[in-house]
């Protein structure tokens, strides 16, 4: 259950703002819904979601292993327990040494292009691969998360398979894996039940696979009016659809996901004071003490995140736009929202922040970055604040 205002306010008021408050308990229950409707899939937390050491070691504490996209999210995965075999790494536009290096710590590598392959086969990097393909099945909250379809730079493209082959059999590599990754924030069961589908059919021209990996995306509702993501029909469907699969193609094979959004968003609210009100001709401003530097999605994508007066819950509700600190007119966390009047000195909780809120955060403008704490199962608010530059590669 997600914590009201009062615990919310308590932690304002003791930790100061803007703090990145998350609820463990929240994070926990995410987790055991995948495990529990996905029975036989090994889920790798996709960490660029939320990379904050303690979220990271809770979450491999229920079982779930971790996805890297860069050498530093790989160093950062070590330090906090998972293993090898619990790792996976996906990475478009590597140089030949970062490729060669996230090779050479042993965890398993989706390979992104033919340059990549043609590398991992001329420095001999291993005999068993794993490739990213672009099946042209995209999906997303907003253009720029779409990662399928001829727009995306992601992943090998299914005319390019041959060529694939061709460079595997001329290395003497062997095609073990095969990934792909829709887009995110993808609340639709259908399309995901089309991808999957999509890719066990693309499966068969690959005989010697025994992993396939399905990527990211699973949505959660941010905006009013907005459904879950029937996660229950999809994994009954997935089950039906890889037992199937098991059965024709005849061999082992192992199922993999990497959900990054579903697990940690619903947990994360960014606290801020309100510091400045202001009328213009055609907004009404309560500006607060954050800006996109620490919460970027509404002014990269036109996110939705709802967002609560803690201190203020009667009055007639205006329009009000929430405007941060960082100087650009784009910094802003919500438009014309019909809220309570804000007054200065009141807190207001964004919600649904506890995913590519932080992970996504900033020095822009010099501002240092929010502080985080978890409020854990106990009710015991800790504070976790963690310094990302220590792990940048
Ligand atoms: N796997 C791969 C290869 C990915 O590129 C991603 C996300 C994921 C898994 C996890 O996707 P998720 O389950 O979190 O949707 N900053 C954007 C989201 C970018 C997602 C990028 N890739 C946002 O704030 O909406």
Known sequence: MKKGTDALTNV??????????????????????????????????????????????????????????????????????????DTSFTCASLTEEELCAAAQTGVRVHLDSLTQLETWGRRALGREVSLRLNQGIGAGHHAHV???????????????????????????????????????????????????????????????LTHIDFGGGLGVPYAPGEKQLPLQR???????????????????????????????????????????????????????????????????????HPIENLSRTRGTKTAISIAGNVCESGDLFAVGRPMIRPEIGDFLAIRNAGAYGFSMASNFNMHALPHEVMILGSGRVKDISFSPSNYAL
């Open 234 to 304: 999809v994994g009954k469907e997935f089950v039906a659809m890889s037992k199937a699969f098991a059965k024709k193609h005849g061999r082992e094979v192992s199922f993999a996901m990497e959900p990054g959004r579903f697990i940690v968003a619903e947990s994360g609210s960014l606290l801020v004071s309100v510091v400045d009100v202001k009328e213009t001709s055609a907004h009404l401003f309560a500006g607060v003490n954050s800006g996109f530097n620490q919460l970027i999605r509404h002014a990269m994508y036109g996110s939705y």
């Open 12 to 85: 304002a008021s003791a930790f100061g703002t803007p703090v990145y408050v998350y609820e463990q308990s929240v994070i926990e229950n995410q987790c055991q819904k995948l495990l529990k409707y996905f029975p036989s899939v090994a889920f790798h937390y996709a960490m660029k979601a939320n990379s904050n050491p303690e979220i990271l070691k809770g979450i491999r504490k229920q079982g779930i292993g971790v996805e890297a996209v860069s050498l530093g999210e790989l160093s950062l995965a070590k330090s906090v327990g998972f293993k090898k075999k």
């Open 146 to 208: 779409i990662t399928g379809g001829p727009h995306s730079k992601f992943g090998i493209t299914l005319k390019d398979i041959p060529e694939a082959k061709r460079i595997a059999e001329k290395y003497g590599l062997s095609i073990t894996g095969i990934q792909q990754h829709i887009g995110s924030n993808v609340l639709s069961a259908d399309i995901f039940i089309k991808a999957m589908q999509t890719l066990l059919k693309t499966a068969e021209a690959f005989p010697e």
